[in-house]
């Protein structure tokens, strides 16, 4: 990340590269990539005897302070830029009825998810057997949710937003983090 991108509220480091939001689509995309590696730790955490604390921090963290600003990116700009060109076409009604039920299955599980890796890292226990098939339910649902917005979302959003619909996209993204939502963002996609 280049020295010229803003930080958001006092964090130095933050995990998602924030200049890709001038690219609103490539930051979607990349917030993915990172949701595929939380769920490879999960798989990780499911599989080990031993509960391994490092991941488990690690998907916290990403649960606590990236999950839901990104679900807001969607829900909030992305899916009703798409919701517009419904009336042109119905199959985009469909598409985006199934990806929010997909997202609501995958959310449903979150505090589940949250409640047992947190006790074991309170506690210094292990996940218990129940525990594990939470992970594992968590993880399967949020790379179904993933195979539609990467394959059918983000390809029809390439295809189909304005430049306007993209500036539109990344000011609202930048306004959830704290970013200044005055700057000008004519690169956008
Ligand atoms: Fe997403």
Redesign the pocket.
Known sequence: MSGSCPSPRGREQPDADLCLIARPLDF?AE??LRERQICALLDGLVTARTFDRKAAVSILRFLNEEVGV?LRD?AEDLFQALAGLCQEEESIDTVLTRVRADQERATALLPEVRRALQLCLDNGGSLSDADREVLAQFADRVRRHLIV?NAIILPMARARLTRADLRRLASGMRSRRGLSGTQELPDAQ
Do not use: R
């Open positions: 979607i917030v993915h990104h969607e917005e």
